[in-house]
């Protein structure tokens, strides 16, 4: 599956690769649900997502990447990358995915936050420790303090990463708020 086209042109391509109809996808999915997503008109939840894959016989996941680029709401879009790893997917095409959400000047920048903090956070599970301090240093200067739970997560994961490179004294001096 390509990763760059959004969730709806890529099951339209994938259902008109295989000479399918709508109705023929639309085992769990509404016709019209279908339809609504391969035009853009709505964003399949990780579950109708999979039910579509299995319609068009595609292996289950094998919609996740352009669901990444697609999904606009924060928790969501940590799960998928939370699966996306459990389930083996390159971790070199997440964090080409979420650089691309970081760097799409048409999102807002709450949603290219984000993306930087879960770029963070599987850079952490790699143990890439020197990048997450540079991102999340970077990121802590960028986020305004009205974005409280975003912070929270930032100092975190800022705090964790200061302790893997055995720095506990600059975990201890995190400013909060902007100085």
Do not use: F
């Amino acid at each position: 599956m390509p990763t760059d086209i959004s969730i709806g042109k890529a099951i339209q391509r994938a259902r008109q690769a295989k000479g399918l109809k709508l109705r023929a996808v639309s085992r769990t999915v509404s016709v019209a649900t279908l339809n609504a997503i391969e035009h853009g008109r709505m964003i399949p939840s990780l579950t109708v997502a999979d039910a579509i894959a299995a319609g068009l016989g595609l292996m289950p996941g094998a919609l996740d990447v352009p669901l990444l680029l697609s999904i606009h709401d924060d928790r969501q879009r940590t799960q998928l990358v939370d699966r996306l790893l459990a389930r083996g997917t390159g971790s070199k095409t997440v964090q080409h995915t979420l650089r691309r959400i970081m760097h799409d000047t048409e999102r807002s920048p709450r949603h290219r936050r984000h993306a930087q903090w879960l770029l963070a956070r599987l850079l952490a599970q790699r143990g890439s420790w020197r990048r997450v301090v540079i991102l999340l240093e970077h990121l802590l200067g960028q986020t305004p303090p009205s974005c409280g739970a975003l912070r929270v997560l930032i100092l975190s994961t800022l705090g964790q990463a200061y302790l893997h490179q055995n720095q506990p004294q600059r975990s201890l001096k995190i400013p909060y708020s902007k100085q």
